[in-house]
């Protein structure tokens, strides 16, 4: 069993940047993958990015790439994502989802367990 909690979300102008962080509990951490996936409204919940159990592989949805960066820190069980240039379509519920078996992967229908997400609202 698993659980995640996000945290840093807020609100933000344009072009700035936010950090959001997913503590995970439980002894496994390095056994699953971790992703990020957000919800605006009215729209499905989508792909952001997602990282390997090492940390070594990683995937970004065409839409952050260059903008966004994930990563994770094994000891303090925690993945976050650093947001940079945010653009109001960067608004949404963000999702912090853990998939066992540590093989990251772009599908929701992957993951295993979801934190309870977080607000990013992004003005222009």
């Known amino acids: 069993q698993v659980q995640l909690v996000e945290s840093g979300g807020g609100l933000v102008q344009a072009g700035g940047s936010l950090r959001l962080s997913c503590a995970a509990s439980?002894?496994?951490?390095?056994?699953?993958?971790m992703g990020w996936f957000r919800q605006a409204p009215g729209k499905e919940r989508e792909f952001v990015t997602a990282i390997d159990w090492s940390g070594a592989v990683s995937y970004y949805a065409d839409s952050v790439k260059g903008r966004f960066t994930i990563s994770r820190d094994i000891a303090k069980n925690t993945v976050s994502l650093q947001m940079n240039s945010l653009k109001p379509e960067d608004t949404a519920v963000y999702y912090c989802?853990?998939?066992?078996?540590?093989?990251?992967?772009?599908?929701?229908?992957?993951?295993?367990?979801w934190g309870q997400g977080t607000q990013v609202t992004v003005s222009s």
């Open positions: 439980g002894r496994t951490f390095r056994s699953y993958a």
């Open positions: 989802a853990a998939r066992l078996g540590g093989i990251a992967n772009k599908n929701r229908e992957g993951y295993n367990y």
